[in-house]
Structures are given as C-alpha cells and as structure tokens.
C-alpha cells in the first residue's frame, strides 16, 4: 500500500473529525427567541442594556417633545424577550447623556446638564418593577471632567480630572450631598480605572505619567462612602509605559489588575501586563510580549507569525523589548475558580479619527500614552470603566464613517491567582468595521468550555475550545429571522453586536432590512434582539 493511499486517508480521516467536531457545536448552539421592534429612517439607535437575569432594557432619544423636554423611550424585556413593558421619560432638550449603570431592580442614567461650562448631572433612578422615576441633580463645585461613572453600594462614585489632576466624588444617593474623595489630586498622574466590587467597595488605579524621576502603579481601595481601605505602591519598568489598566472585582478573594503596555512615549503596545494586589509584601508587575503568546498572532500569515514568535524569544532571552507593536484594547475580566481571564481586541485606526476617537464631552486625560493620546470616554464610546455611551445619530445616518476603526482579532488571555499565563486562545475578525472603538466579541468559560462570539452582518461566529484537551470548533450560523419565510436583504453592519447575558446565554442584536412576501408590508426595516445559548 503506497504512503500516498496512507496520507489520503489520515486526511480524510482529519476532515471528517473536524467536520464532525463543527456540526455537534452547530447543533447544540440555540438560537431560542428572538424580539423585533420597526425601525424608521429617523429613529435613533437603542442602548442595548444587559440587565442579566432581570432581563434587558432599551433605551433611545425620540423625535418627540413635551414642552421643553425632549421624550426618551424605555423598553424593558425578560429573558425570554417578552416585553414587560414600554414608557416614555422627559428629560429637559438640552441634557446629553452621558452613561447608564444597573443596580438589582434599578437602572440610572446620567445626562449632563445643558451645554455651559460648569459640569452639572442630572441622574435618573428607574425602577424595573413598580415605582416611578427618581430625579438627582448632582453639582460638583469644580470644573469637573467626567471619565468614569460607576454604582457602588447606596452611592455613585465619579472619577475624572480638575485642572489636569485626577479627582474622584463620591455622591450619596440617601443624604443627596456629594463630597470630593482625598488623595487624588496628584500632579503628572493618570486615572486608568474606576470600578466596583461585589462587597459594596470600589477601586481605583492611577499611573504616574512624568517624564522623570522613578513611576509608580497607584492602586486604592475605598468603601462606598469614600474611605480609603488599602493602598498599594508598585515600582513601573524604567523602560515600559503601562498604557490602560482593567481590575477585578473580588469575585475571587483575591484583586488583580491587567492591561497592555508599550515602551515608554509609544502609543501602541508590546504585550500584557498583570499585577497581583498585594500591599503587604513587594511586588513586580509582570510583562509579557505578544510574541510570547501561543495565538495571539494567529490573525496573522503564519510565516510572518512564527518569525514574531522567533524575534519574541530571543528577545527574552537578550533582555530586550521586542518590536512588534499593535493597537490593543482590554474589555473586560472573568473571576473563576483558577484565576482570571482578560478579553482583549486588536484593532486599527482610520486617519479621520486619530485626533478625535478620544475626545470627550468633558474634556480629556492630559496624558498622550492612550493609542490617540487622548483618554477615551465620549458619546459612542464603550471603555473599561463606563458602561455603553449613548451614540446620537440616527438609524439612517452614517456621520461617524471617518471615525471608524477596524477589529483584526479577539484575544483571551487566562492567568492563575499569582499573574502568571496559563494559557491564550483568539478568533480572527478580518477587520470588523465599527464607527468607534467599542466591545464587539463577548465570551464565557461554561463547564469547562470557553465560548468566543461576534457578529458579522448576519452571521453569529463562534468559537468553542474544550480547555481539557484542547479540542477547538469553529462555525458560523445565520442570525435567525421570526419567520423561515423572512429573508435578510441588508444588515446594518456597523450596528449591534453580541453580549454575554447571564450562564451560559448571550445575546446578539442590530439592524436589519426583511423581506417577506407572505406579508402585506413586503420589506421592514426592523431592530432585533436574538437569545443565543450555547452547550
């Protein structure tokens, strides 16, 4: 028998188990429900809110006025995309929101108060059940530019800048009053991230960002009130800029921060860095480059990528930096049992949005070690540390379209308890077009398998690896209509995406032109949310 029959066999053998591994992973995939909502030429996007087991909420500014306010509709689903229920809220025409944050039976949403100088809110508590809209008006006596906004506790935490310094206030949704958090004001310092825990304690990272002298990681820890309850100072390479920072939030008992870093003055990153919260004993930040990972560079032609594995290494071994670079921003982290898991993308910039990606309605970071050299927090903007902002433009529009960025890949990066890699997974997203730098893949680790999602058009491309022996399935499935009938004609591409929800459910929405010509009205123009459950 010749070695040819040999290795025809072995590949059909190889194919049929791939093909075999793909169709059980498309057959367990379910897309359950599906919601639908018309769309006109001049309604404006929804907030897609993930308020996890209580369902979502969708939210958008409408063509509609009530004396002088301006009609914002609410829409809330449960988990099955039933609709609850639908009303309107009034807020005065020249408020521009700013964020929303989710609470257990609530949802808030912050507008900024006119268009003058002095940084006034307005903050909306609406409840999911019974009870009508709660108004706060927040007046922080400083010229306060706004970069993070979070719940924690009875209270809101707001971080930003006054005059160049990082600030933080604390606002007491019982007694009304606001009051500036001590320790912040601190010259050539950036706030890299604001964000809540589960036990009603929020932290707070900051960088030095001087040109000389040794740089610190600043990392604190403070209760709802504004207290500080530990502090951690932790030496920064000489040679290395930490550029963006993303802390967990003691799902685990133990807090972590990671991020991507560059050489110092570049504005694109080498690799990962993780740091272990510890403010009893000393120690390192740990870096890796982005050759160092086993697929990280999978997006790439594999020669090109095995020659950056190559260079990574020695490297390593010379002490020295590597030379690839990337534009790479990390989302969000997994707590579990093992450790911790950081969703991270790769993208690239358009040149309309160099200078503008990371403007902000309030002003911006001082610091140019952000990819733009700006800190981005603006309407449209999705950021570790502030959730969804609104984008102001309606359906029909593409104003945004020289401010686009393109997502090559979605990079997973798993650490134990101490920092160190455990291992790194990536799904290539051939340049996924959004008209700002935002989330567009999702993930979750579901009974000892990671699920790796985003939507193309409408496609849903997933990716599934079982961690114990490394078996990996790919597949792409149509986005499903309310009727088999339905035929999509378009999709609005750079609209929508995927989430996880809660267990083992994403969900997955956007735009879409139907046709069906067992209807009256042929072509639809509709907004869709899709229930997605994996295995």
């Known amino acids: 028998m010749s070695l040819n029959f040999h290795l025809i066999k072995l590949t059909a053998l190889l194919s049929c188990m791939l093909f075999a591994g793909r169709a059980m992973l498309h057959a367990q995939v379910l897309q359950s429900h599906r919601y639908e909502l018309d769309q006109k030429n001049s309604d404006d996007y929804f907030n897609v809110i993930n308020l996890k087991e209580e369902g979502i909420a969708l939210f958008r500014e409408r063509e509609k006025f009530k004396s002088s306010n301006r009609i914002w509709q609410l829409v809330l689903l449960d988990t099955d995309l039933k609709e609850k229920k639908s009303f309107d809220l009034e807020i005065k025409e020249r408020n521009k929101m700013v964020g929303y944050e989710v609470a257990p039976g609530y949802v808030y949403f912050l507008f900024r108060v006119g268009e003058t100088t002095k940084n006034d809110f307005e903050l909306i508590e609406v409840p999911l059940s019974d009870g009508e809209p709660v108004h706060y008006l927040i007046s922080p006596d400083l010229d306060y530019k706004l970069t993070h906004f979070i719940k924690v506790g009875k209270s809101f935490a707001f971080g930003g800048y006054v005059n160049s310094e990082p600030a933080v206030i604390i606002y007491e949704l019982a007694t009304k009053h606001s009051k500036v958090v001590p320790g912040f004001f601190q010259k050539d310092t950036e706030l890299m991230d604001l964000r809540a825990n589960l036990n009603n304690t929020f932290n707070a990272v900051l960088t030095d960002r001087a040109t000389k002298g040794n740089r610190n990681l600043i990392f604190r820890t403070f209760d709802h009130t504004g207290k500080m309850l530990m502090d951690d100072i932790v030496p920064i390479d000489e040679a290395r800029t930490l550029q963006t ?44 480059s982005f050759g160092q990972l086993d697929h990280y560079l999978d997006y790439l032609n594999p020669k090109r990528a095995e020659r950056l594995k190559e260079e990574a290494r020695e490297a390593s071994e010379q002490k020295r930096i590597p030379n690839y670079t990337n534009y790479v921003m990390p989302f969000k982290i997994a707590e579990h049992k093992e450790g911790f898991i950081l969703l991270a993308e790769v993208y690239s910039p358009t040149s309309g949005n160099l200078n503008t990606l990371y403007g ?83 993930f979750v680790m579901y009974q000892g398998k990671i699920y790796l ?83």
Do not use: C
């Open 360 to 442: 902000s309605p309030y002003g911006a970071s001082p610091y140019a070690y952000n990819p733009y050299g700006m800190n981005p927090y603006w309407p449209g903007m999705y950021y570790p540390g502030m959730n969804r902002m609104y984008r102001s433009y309606p359906y029909s529009g593409n104003t945004r379209a020289n401010d686009e960025t393109k997502t090559s890949e979605a990079v997973l990066v798993a650490y134990d308890q101490h920092g160190t890699v455990l291992w790194d997974h990536s799904i290539k997203m051939d340049d996924l077009k959004m008209p700002s730098l935002d989330q567009v893949s999702d």
């Open 245 to 288: 920072g993303v802390t967990s939030t003691l799902e685990r008992e133990d807090l972590v921060v990671l991020g991507t870093w560059g050489e110092r003055n570049s504005k694109q990153s080498n690799g990962f860095y993780s740091l272990t919260v510890d403010p009893f004993s000393d120690q390192q930040i740990r870096f890796i």
């Open 453 to 535: 999602i985003f939507k193309k058009e409408s496609e849903l491309k997933i990716k599934s690896v079982v961690l114990k022996g490394n078996e990996i399935s790919e597949i792409s499935e149509k986005i499903k209509t309310m009727d088999p009938v339905d035929e999509v004609r378009s999709d609005k591409e750079q609209e929508g995406g995927v989430k996880h929800w809660f267990d083992n459910n994403f969900y997955v929405w956007g735009y879409q032109t139907v046709r069906n010509v067992a209807r009256d009205d042929r072509s639809r123009d509709v907004f869709y949310i899709n229930k997605v459950v994996v295995p």
